[in-house]
């Protein structure tokens, strides 16, 4: 059974940088579709980047030139770097996988996988 454990959460200005990270417990690259999401309290879950089996990205569109997911596959690692961060970007984030690819890779209903979450706060 895969496990996702998260790390990397904590305080920052409005316009600070921050990187989240993601353990898994297996191989991925090749095996997995994974993704970041976030959820506020009161707010739905929502994707906020995604790379699948075999690299493809994609963005929401309110972090797209801000985040950046990436992999290091070696190490069974999934990153979200976040810039330029804003106070709506203050959530709970999630990491998530999955062996299907998915139709729709930022909505959570595509991933069986998660991890606890690791707590992002943006003050402005």
């Known amino acids: 059974q895969l496990r996702l454990t998260e790390s990397g959460g904590g305080s920052v200005q409005a316009g600070g940088a921050m990187r989240l990270s993601c353990q898994a417990s297996t191989t991925i690259y090749g095996y997995y579709a994974t993704a970041w999401f976030r959820q506020a309290p009161g707010k739905e879950r929502e994707g906020v980047a995604s790379v699948q089996q075999y690299g493809e990205k994609k963005y929401a569109g309110s972090v797209e030139g801000r985040f950046t997911v990436s992999r290091d596959n070696g190490q069974h690692i999934i990153y979200l770097q976040m810039t330029d961060l804003k106070p709506e970007d203050s959530g709970m984030y999630y990491c998530?996988?999955?062996?299907?690819?998915?139709?729709?890779?930022?909505?959570?209903?595509?991933?069986?996988?998660w991890g606890q979450g690791t707590q992002v706060t943006v003050s402005s």
């Open positions: 998530a996988a999955d062996r299907a690819r998915p139709l729709e890779p930022l909505s959570p209903k595509e991933y069986d996988y």
